[in-house]
C-alpha cells in the first residue's frame, strides 16, 4: 500500500473529519466524488503547502509522490468562507499564500499550521475570527426539516453555502448509499430498489459519475473480500506451529546472511 491514512471524527461542529496520510511511494487510485470542501496541508521535507480543495461534482483518478505528510480537515456541508466564494475553487486546489514557513495567511490574518491533534481548536479559531461561517438551511433542507422558507432562498443560500444545488447532493449522497450496499453484499436488484434507482442502466451511470465503479466491479470487490475471508478463516483450522517455524528460521537465516 502506498498512502497509509488515519481518521479521527471531530469535536467542532463545523467539521466532519479529520485525516492524516503518508505517501510510502508513488501512487494513485480512482477517487468518488465529494460534496465536502476540505482544507489540505501537504507536507514534503520542509516544504507545507497549505490547500483548500473545492467539492468534485464527478469521480477521477488522485495520484501522489512520494515521501509527503498529508492532514484533510473536511468540513460539514454547510460551512464556507464569507471572504472567499466557494465557485472559485469548485473542483479545484487552490494554494493559500505562505505567510512565514510555519503560517499561512487566510482572511488577512497569519495563521500557523494545524496538525491531527490541534485541528478542531484551529477551525474553532477561524470560526471566531469570521474566517469560517455556517448555514444551517443546507443540513435542514438534507434532511427535510426546513422551516418555511422561500425555494428560491433556499437554492440561493445552497449555493452560496456549498456551491452545489440540493438536487445534485442529493444525486451524490444516493450513490454512496448504492455504493455501501452493494460493497456490503446486496444484489443490484435489491440495491436498486434499495436506493430508489430506476434500472440498472440508470444505477450503473449513477455510479460512474459519482463513484467510479460499475455495480458489477462493486459486487466483486465484495466477493473477493469474502474469499480472503474465507481463506483467513481455513488457514486458521491449520496447526500453523509449524509454518511459524519454519517462518522463524528463514527470518533468521536472512537476518544472517545480511549481516555478513
Known amino acids: 500500500m502506498s498512502l497509509?491514512?488515519?481518521a479521527r471524527l471531530s469535536d467542532s461542529p463545523l467539521v466532519e473529519s479529520i485525516t492524516r496520510g503518508r505517501t510510502l511511494s508513488e501512487g494513485s487510485t480512482i477517487r468518488p466524488a465529494e460534496s465536502n470542501w476540505h482544507m489540505?496541508?501537504?507536507?514534503v521535507n520542509d516544504m507545507v503547502l497549505p490547500l483548500v480543495v473545492g467539492p468534485l461534482t464527478t469521480s477521477g483518478i488522485a495520484s501522489w509522490g512520494e515521501g509527503g505528510d498529508v492532514l484533510w480537515i473536511k468540513f460539514k456541508l454547510g460551512v464556507h468562507m464569507p471572504h472567499i466564494p466557494l465557485k472559485t475553487f469548485m473542483g479545484l486546489e487552490m494554494r493559500l499564500p505562505d505567510a512565514t514557513s510555519k503560517s499561512f495567511w487566510l482572511n488577512g490574518s497569519?495563521?500557523?499550521f494545524p496538525d491531527f491533534e490541534n485541528a478542531d481548536?484551529?477551525?474553532d479559531r477561524l470560526a471566531r475570527e469570521e474566517a469560517l461561517a455556517f448555514d444551517?438551511?443546507?443540513?435542514?433542507?438534507?434532511?427535510?426539516?426546513?422551516?418555511v422558507?422561500?425555494?428560491?432562498?433556499?437554492?440561493?443560500?445552497f449555493l452560496h453555502s456549498t456551491g452545489l444545488t440540493q438536487t445534485y447532493i442529493r444525486q451524490m449522497h444516493r450513490?454512496?448509499?448504492?455504493?455501501?450496499?452493494?460493497?456490503?453484499?446486496?444484489?443490484?436488484?435489491?440495491?436498486i430498489e434499495e436506493a430508489g434507482y430506476f434500472d440498472q442502466p440508470h444505477l450503473t451511470r449513477s455510479l460512474k459519475r459519482f463513484v467510479g465503479h460499475t455495480p458489477?466491479?462493486?459486487v466483486r470487490t465484495y466477493q473477493l473480500r469474502c474469499h480472503s475471508i474465507q481463506d483467513n478463516r481455513i488457514l486458521s483450522d491449520y496447526n500453523t506451529d509449524v509454518l511459524t517455524k519454519n517462518l522463524t528460521e528463514k527470518v533468521l537465516m536472512e537476518a544472517i546472511h545480511v549481516t555478513k
Open 4 to 6: 497509509v491514512t488515519e
Open 40 to 43: 489540505v496541508l501537504v507536507r
Open 110 to 112: 497569519s495563521w500557523q
Open 121 to 123: 481548536t484551529f477551525v
Open 136 to 147: 444551517p438551511i443546507v443540513g435542514a433542507a438534507l434532511q427535510d426539516k426546513l422551516p
Open 149 to 157: 422558507v422561500a425555494a428560491r432562498t433556499v437554492r440561493h443560500r
Open 175 to 191: 450513490a454512496q448509499r448504492a455504493a455501501a450496499l452493494l460493497e456490503n453484499g446486496a444484489s443490484i436488484l435489491d440495491t
Open 216 to 218: 458489477a466491479e462493486l
